[in-house]
């Protein structure tokens, strides 16, 4: 199986900036494509940000202009920079790593905690 590790998190004031990282290991089929979702307290998961198969990255509105998602192939590693955090970005934030084989297959990593806090 794959496996995903998350990390990165952490306690933050707003206006800080965090980078999260997600590393996929094991057998890894391609083509495939990652993502990152979040579920803030009270609320249901969320797609934040995430590539198409076509390679183009895309967000949800109220991370746009201040998160962005970079992929490191070689590394089977994807990372999501996040700027000018706001306390509503607190969640718990994990990754998905999809295969967009005939049969897709979906991953998900433990996920990372990240508080905005003043």
């Known amino acids: 199986q794959v496996k995903l590790v998350e990390s990165g998190g952490g306690l933050v004031q707003p206006g800080d900036s965090l980078r999260l990282s997600c590393a996929a290991s094991?057998?890894?089929?391609?083509?495939?494509?990652m993502a990152w979702y979040r579920q803030g307290p009270g609320k249901e998961r969320e797609l934040v940000a995430g590539?198409?198969?076509?390679?183009?990255?895309n967000y949800a509105d109220s991370v746009k202009g201040r998160f962005t998602i970079s992929r490191d192939n070689g590394k089977n590693t994807v990372y999501l920079q996040m700027n000018n955090l706001k306390p509503e970005d607190t969640a718990f934030y994990y990754c998905?790593?999809?295969?967009?084989?005939?049969?897709?297959?979906?991953?998900w990593g433990q996920g990372t905690q990240v508080t905005v806090s003043s």
């Open positions: 998905k790593l999809t295969t967009i084989t005939t049969i897709p297959s979906a991953y």
């Open positions: 094991g057998i890894i089929f391609s083509p495939n494509i």
């Open positions: 590539f198409t198969s076509g390679g183009i990255a």
